[in-house]
């Protein structure tokens, strides 16, 4: 591979071309971290096929909002896991504390954080500190305010449903309150979590679907529970492609990997339903329509 063609060569090329197109500040070009192609511009995933969608910071970016939602309930989970698999990613890449965010109506769907589960799911509970609002309104406001502190690392929010405080205007502050200030080139990074309620229209730099996705084996362990596992839909991303990704999280390797296609067997077809023709239409009796 020649060295214009090298990963770290490319990466300081669209940096530049975002540096002329001001969508980078001045300073960030080459990157700021020589042994890191995405510096402190963006967390990676992991994944090259789901970072080069993801802009030229190869990840989602720093002093931004990015929202996680999921129409279904029960999805609850799968929204916060995966929330919780990038902050673990991020938390190794940046100093200080978690600010999570939460109603009273994300707690009484979805329920409240459990310091032994995150720890197995890589997370340090110790960098945590969580903040209970009875209303929308008041938990944009600590949104807000947790965003502007430079003792935090991320802050995340809770808000289900599409309350009327939780508008275009609302992430407009939030994602300038996110955005880098003078010199400082990261800025905050913003995780609004969404289950239940419409599409809206928001400030977010990204939007990512989530659902659960079946998990695989390991170890040989065919009877066992696979690693947590994720249906992403990136149907909103400022400056890249779109796409749908199966991705499996190690929490001890802390990183994501693809889901290779399902190879399992297909069941049988019942034999208490009708038997479908050959000319596509469905009869009572397999027996049905012959002579």
């Given at each position: 591979m020649s060295a214009l063609a090298t990963p770290d060569r490319l990466a300081d090329l669209r940096r530049a071309v975002a540096v002329l197109e001001g969508r980078l500040p001045t300073g960030m070009a080459p990157s700021a971290r020589g042994d890191d192609p995405t510096g402190d511009l963006a967390l990676p995933l992991g994944l090259a096929a789901l970072d080069g969608r993801l802009g030229p910071a190869g990840g989602l970016a720093f002093g931004a909002l990015?929202?996680?939602?999921s129409d279904d309930g029960r999805d609850a989970a799968a929204v916060a896991g995966f929330a919780s698999a990038l902050l673990v990613r991020l938390l190794d890449r940046r100093d200080g504390r978690l600010v999570w965010i939460s109603t009273a109506e994300a707690r009484r769907e979805s329920g409240a954080l459990h310091a032994p589960g995150l720890r197995l799911f890589g997370l340090d509970p110790g960098r945590l500190v969580e903040v209970t609002a009875e209303r929308p309104e008041e938990a944009l406001w600590a949104f807000e305010e947790a965003l502007g502190c430079r003792g935090t690392a991320a802050v995340v929010a809770e808000i289900p449903g599409r309350p009327a405080a939780l508008d275009l205007t609302a992430t407009r502050r939030l994602a300038l309150r996110a955005a880098p200030l003078g010199t400082r080139a990261d800025g905050g990074f913003g995780l609004l979590l969404r289950v239940g309620g419409p599409a809206q229209t928001t400030a977010a730099a990204t939007r990512w679907r989530v659902s659960a996705a079946p998990s695989r084996p390991f170890d040989g362990f065919s009877d066992g529970l696979g690693r947590p596992?994720?249906?992403?839909?990136?149907?909103?991303?400022r400056d890249g492609r779109l796409g749908r990704f199966d991705l499996e999280w190690d929490p001890h390797a802390r990183r994501f990997g693809a889901l290779p296609s399902h190879s399992g067997r297909v069941a049988a077809e019942p034999s208490d339903r009708p038997a479908a023709a050959a000319n596509g239409r469905l009869l009572a009796f397999p027996g049905a329509g012959r002579a």
């Open positions: 990015h929202e996680i939602v596992a994720f249906r992403l839909d990136l149907e909103k991303n």
